[in-house]
């Protein structure tokens, strides 16, 4: 008996170490102290389940367990309503383009990706809503957590591709971010960002837009860090690592870096989400010189890619849109830059919208005869990952079942967006604290550094006779598109120019709506860049009259070389509120920024420049550099 104490003494230990589950009343197990969350509800811990396995272990087991329909609706993702108390329903919302429910597409349709638009303005509603749709995803056959993705909520803007700030600390715009040129700027952005997306629940940023602003006309430049790549190309690995940090885990945001592989090169800056512009063209051979930009991406491991709608003429063996092109994602994104992050096509690729009485096409561009299974299928072949802005898992399905697409290479897509999950920690705690969440966004520190960074990207272009900056509350000042109660802190504002001292005037880059039954297509800042008529001659009549302090805000360059030649002084703003421009102007803060653009000095010069080249217009008013400081 006393050479058997030892083994039986040693097997109690082992057995005391190796412990079976308990299982807790709030349905998680607990095993030698460690709880886990039993997602399939089998009161086992599964591989999947324990936060302790190697990653590609715990991808491998849940897949295995992933029905085909499960796999399919994970391939897809949509926008969702956001009801403003937090609480969940499964109708969508009843405007013109209706916003599904979360609810009714993860119960229907298996799906657990979603984007968001509006959103409310209080966190806590927001956090609110965002728990609520994970315990919704919880209660499902495997518990597959939900990945919400957002476009950017972070800019003081006017511009339709960012969303509205509401609460969120508000910067400068990503143009601004380049006229500052420091990318330990706009890491603090990014990071700043990060701790706000990951108070209520964003775990996905659309963004950052890698494209090259070669095309002076294009309507999304002042999402991009303006026309030079290694500028670009430093702003964006900056970017990233703000977001992701050097490795993609439970405290970081995921970045889907667009629009591979460079959407700017855009024929006459008319943009491809609209029928009128499919193509893409490339006069100065410079296709090469857009990439830079997305080998920075890659070389900070951006967790995914997003191809734009356009097709690159003449650069590969056909001439389909990015997404649909296998020279593209394939041959070039997985095979020659080796990446196995997540591809996600850009919205709507697949279906027609219906917006009341108009028709917004699918993007299929270079593809419009396919039908839908057919397109599902040649995005699938061209090997992306995820389609945005659709809910079509049934297609996938039947693809499947009818053996014209291999169930292999549907998983081979889950996997990398199961993998993305796990690194963000959602598998083992998806949740927010609600309470937190009031605190983070926009708390004083975060807004402050957002309003620096709107000063700070300022640029001064023109300063007659060193007439700035103007002394502070002596000077008798008119103000136009300037909010009256602010500029009375700066000075004594008249209401007339002729009794003024100084105007001080703040203009938008000029704009003209494509003739299009499409409302969206009208929104974006499509046309030339210079004022016309009466526009222009009101602007021209105040500048002859009164001295004028003139800001433009530039979301795109702006032709002005008239108003330039009579304005006392000229800034540039990208993203600024009336204090920040003030602030400048009279000295309180300096003006820090370099243009990121060159401006034209002639609609004619525009129009001869080549849309894929950097720099390249005729005698430029300003070039790319330019800026002044006290």
């Not at 197990?29 to 324990?50: C, M, P, V, W």
């Not at 969702?80 to 349709?109: Q, R, W």
């Not at 001659?537 to 002005?560: E, F, K, N």
């Not at 002639?602 to 217009?617: C, G, I, L």
Request: aromatic letters at 8%; glycine letters at 8%.
């Amino acid at each position: 008996m006393k050479t058997l104490l030892p083994v039986i003494l040693c097997t109690c230990l082992v057995a005391a170490c190796h412990q079976g589950p308990k299982k807790n009343k709030d349905g998680t197990l607990t095993i030698n102290g460690i709880t886990f969350r039993d997602l399939n509800k089998n009161e086992q811990l599964d591989i999947y389940e324990d936060k302790r396995q190697p990653l590609e272990q715990r991808v491998s087991d849940v897949l295995r367990q992933m029905t085909l329909e499960e796999k399919a609706g994970m391939l897809f993702i949509n926008g969702a309503k956001v009801n403003a108390d937090g609480t969940l329903d499964d109708k969508p919302d009843d405007s013109p383009m209706p916003v599904p429910a979360a609810v009714k597409l993860m119960d229907e349709k298996k799906m657990n990706h979603f984007n968001l638009w509006q959103i409310p303005a209080a966190p806590k509603e927001m956090a609110t809503w965002y728990n609520n749709v994970q315990q919704h995803a919880a209660a499902t056959r495997l518990g597959i957590p939900v990945t919400i993705a957002s476009d950017p909520r972070n800019h003081f803007s006017n511009n339709i591709f960012a969303m509205q700030a509401t609460r969120f600390s508000q910067w400068c715009e990503p143009l601004g971010l380049a006229a500052i040129g420091d990318p330990a700027v706009t890491r603090a952005f990014a990071n700043t960002s990060r701790q706000e997306y990951l108070a209520v629940g964003i775990r996905e940023a659309l963004h950052p837009q890698a494209d090259l602003a070669t095309e002076p006309r294009w309507p999304r430049i002042s999402g991009t860090f303006g026309e030079d790549a290694q500028l670009a190309a430093k702003l964006t690995a900056a970017y990233i690592q703000g977001y992701q940090g050097d490795t993609l885990n439970a405290q970081g945001v995921a970045c889907m870096t667009k629009h591979f592989s460079g959407g700017g090169p855009q024929k006459e800056g008319l943009d491809p989400h609209f029928e009128f512009q499919k193509g893409q063209v490339y006069p100065g051979h410079n296709f090469n010189y857009h990439l830079i930009p997305f080998e920075a991406a890659f070389a900070a491991h951006t967790a995914a890619i997003m191809p734009y709608y356009g097709v690159p003429v003449d650069q590969t063996n056909e001439n389909v849109g990015f997404a649909y092109n296998k020279a593209i994602i394939t041959g070039m994104l997985r095979e020659k830059y080796h990446f196995d992050g997540v591809v996600c096509t850009d919205w709507g690729l697949i279906t027609d919208l219906k917006m009341g009485d108009v028709t917004w096409p699918a993007r299929a561009w270079g593809v419009e005869k396919l039908n839908t299974a057919e397109r599902v299928k040649k995005l699938l072949d061209a090997g992306v990952d995820q389609f945005g802005g659709e809910s079509l898992p049934e297609v996938v399905v039947q693809l499947v079942k009818s053996k014209q697409v291999s169930e292999a290479r549907i998983d081979s897509s889950v996997r990398r967006l199961l993998r993305q999950k796990f690194e963000l920690g959602l598998f083992d705690n998806p949740f927010v604290d609600v309470d937190k969440a009031a605190t983070m966004i926009g708390n004083a520190d975060f807004q402050q550094a957002g309003e620096a960074s709107q000063r700070k990207a300022i640029t001064l272009l023109k300063n007659d006779e060193k007439k700035l900056p103007l002394p502070s509350g002596k000077l008798h000042i008119y103000v136009k598109n300037i909010d009256v109660k602010v500029a009375a802190q700066y000075g004594i504002v008249v209401e007339k120019p002729a009794d003024a001292d100084i105007a001080i005037i703040r203009l938008n880059t000029p704009w003209y709506p494509v003739n299009s039954p499409n409302a969206f297509a009208r929104m974006f800042h499509h046309g030339d860049l210079d004022f016309k008529g009466k526009q222009k001659d009101s602007i021209l009549q105040l500048l002859h009259t009164t001295p004028t302090i003139v800001d433009i805000y530039l979301d795109r360059p702006a032709v002005i070389p008239e108003i330039n030649e009579a304005a006392k002084g000229l800034l540039a703003d990208f993203g600024a509120s009336d204090a920040a421009v003030l602030d400048v102007i009279f000295g309180k803060s300096n003006p820090g920024g370099k243009l990121p653009i060159e401006l034209p000095s002639s609609m004619e010069a525009v129009r001869q420049q080549k849309e894929d080249v950097p720099y390249d217009s005729k005698n430029p008013l300003y070039k790319f550099g330019a800026g002044l400081s006290y």
